[in-house]
């Protein structure tokens, strides 16, 4: 049983730190107010860190707005005439950002002149934590764990134990 618990234990640990590690986060750019006029996206972006594979969401008026990436010059000047992409396609529209390097949004017709516009650098994805290496002294009841054994075989053995498939 104690073998059992412990099985599960390190099954939760590891799907949980698979789970954070390997999970995109959406945000939705300016925060509550959304992609709207006078809100200050340049105070909203310092305050997150971008990485490669994660997405942005912006929430606007499609009557109103649009959502345009543009390159540093056309942001700087607010020219909307020249533009990478048009993200816009209902009023809440997912943009992922695919490489590390500077982002730049805005949206036409004028708004852009009255703060509707979203610089932001993307990074690459940190990398992973190291393992946690094994206790020197591990007494014999303890689990300790090779690099050979991969985490699929963790998780197959712990589903098995929990469904009384195997019987300890």
Avoid at 74 to 100: H, W
Wanted: net charge positive; charged share 15%.
């Amino acid at each position: 049983m104690r073998i059992r618990m412990a099985m599960v234990v390190v099954v939760v640990v590891v799907v949980g730190f698979l789970k954070t590690s390997t999970t995109a986060k959406l945000y939705k750019v300016g925060g509550g107010q959304g992609w709207n006029q006078n809100v200050n996206y340049t105070q909203w972006s310092a305050n997150q860190d971008f990485y490669v594979g994660e997405w942005l969401i912006f929430n606007f008026d499609k009557r109103y707005y649009n959502v345009l990436e543009v390159n540093k010059t056309s942001f700087d000047s607010c020219n909307d005439q020249v533009f990478i992409t048009n993200i816009t396609r209902g009023g809440r529209d997912v943009f992922e950002l695919k490489e590390a390097r500077p982002y730049y949004f805005l949206s036409s017709g004028g708004y852009c002149y009255h703060g509707l516009k979203l610089a932001l650098v993307v990074q690459e994805q940190p990398p992973p934590a190291p393992a946690l290496a094994p206790a020197l002294n591990a007494s014999p009841n303890s689990l300790t764990f090779r690099p050979q054994i991969s985490i699929l075989s963790l998780i197959v053995v712990s589903v098995a134990l929990m469904t009384n498939y195997i019987q300890l």
